[in-house]
């Protein structure tokens, strides 16, 4: 659900029952908008919608708040969906797995 764009560790999806939802995130280090992750390939404002199982390129913020504003990843769910979000900085990727129902977030 939108939060204003404050930072939260797992944002839940709400709606009503069977409706598909869209979540758009950026990955931040540190709880500072400086060290933000977001979608590669640009500078311009973007929405990459996220598959489980598909990589996706990342960039990193450069400590300027105004990088990657705008450039958003999002998954689709139905309320109560769970994905477990990685980042490989070493490869600059960012993964997605849906996770099943009662499994671990770590």
Same mark, same amino acid.
């Given at each position: 659900?939108?939060?204003?764009?404050?930072?939260? &560790?797992?944002?839940?999806?709400?709606?009503?029952?069977?409706?598909?939802?869209?979540? *758009?995130?950026?990955?931040?280090?540190?709880?500072?908008? *400086?060290?933000?992750?977001? !979608?590669?390939? /640009?500078?311009?404002?973007?929405?990459?919608?996220?598959? !489980?199982?598909?990589?996706?390129?990342?960039? &990193?913020?450069?400590?300027?708040?105004?990088?990657?504003? /705008?450039?958003?990843?999002?998954?689709?769910?139905?309320?109560?969906?769970?994905?477990?979000?990685?980042?490989? !900085?070493?490869?600059?990727?960012?993964?997605?797995?849906?996770? *099943?129902?009662? *499994?671990?977030?770590?």
């Amino acid at each position: 659900s939108f939060n204003d764009w404050t930072l939260d &560790e797992a944002a839940v999806l709400n709606a009503a029952k069977g409706d598909m939802r869209r979540e *758009e995130f950026q990955i931040v280090g540190d709880g500072r908008w *400086e060290k933000r992750v977001f !979608p590669g390939g /640009g500078m311009g404002a973007v929405v990459v919608a996220m598959r !489980p199982g598909q990589p996706a390129p990342a960039a &990193e913020g450069d400590g300027s708040q105004q990088r990657g504003h /705008g450039r958003n990843w999002a998954i689709d769910g139905l309320p109560g969906t769970r994905f477990r979000i990685n980042y490989n !900085p070493a490869s600059k990727q960012v993964t997605c797995e849906q996770l *099943e129902s009662g *499994e671990a977030q770590s």
